[in-house]
C-alpha cells in the first residue's frame, strides 16, 4: 500500500482538528512526526511540520474533501468590519519566499503566519486569525 502526504501542519491543533474530521467521514489517514512537534514546536520547520498521510487511492478524493474543509472555514467566518462572509487567504505582497524561508528557519512557525493574512473580499479587511478560530494557544490544555 503506497501512502502519501496530502497536507503538512504547523499547529498540532490544527492538524488533530482536520484528522478527526476526515476520520469522522470516513477517510483511512494518520499524522506523521506529531509527537516531535508536540515536544518541540521549534523542530515544526526543520523536519517540514506535521504530514497528514493518506493511502494514494485516496489521495484525490481528500484533496477534494480539504477544499472543502478550506472552504467552509472561509465562509464561516464573519468580516467584524461589515459583515460579510467572503475572506480567502492571500499571501502578503513584498515578501519573497527568499525571506520567508529564512525568518521561517530563524524564527519557526511564528513567522510565517505574518507572511499570510485572511482578507474580507468585500471590504479589504485584514487579518492574521480568522475571528472565532482557536490558535495555538489551545496547545496548553492538550499537553
Ligand atoms: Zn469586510
Not at 501512502?3 to 506523521?32: H, P
Not at 467566518?77 to 519566499?97: D, L, M
Amino acid at each position: 500500500m503506497e501512502l502519501v502526504t496530502v497536507k503538512t501542519f504547523d499547529s498540532y491543533f490544527l492538524a488533530n482538528i482536520i484528522l478527526g474530521r476526515l476520520q469522522s467521514d470516513g477517510v483511512e489517514c494518520y499524522l506523521k512526526d506529531e509527537a516531535t512537534i508536540t515536544m518541540d514546536p521549534i523542530l515544526t520547520n526543520a523536519i517540514g511540520g506535521i504530514k497528514l498521510i493518506v493511502k494514494k487511492e485516496d489521495e484525490g478524493a481528500v484533496t477534494a474533501i480539504l477544499k472543502r474543509y478550506d472552504e467552509e472555514y472561509l465562509n464561516a467566518a464573519t468580516c467584524p468590519q461589515c459583515g460579510a462572509h467572503q475572506f480567502s487567504y492571500i499571501a502578503k505582497p513584498g515578501v519573497t519566499n527568499f525571506l520567508t524561508a529564512v525568518t521561517t528557519t530563524l524564527f519557526g512557525s511564528y513567522a510565517l503566519a505574518t507572511d499570510y493574512v485572511y482578507q474580507c473580499g468585500n471590504c479589504g479587511y485584514e487579518t492574521e486569525r480568522l475571528p472565532g478560530y482557536e490558535s495555538e494557544e489551545s496547545n496548553e490544555e492538550i499537553n
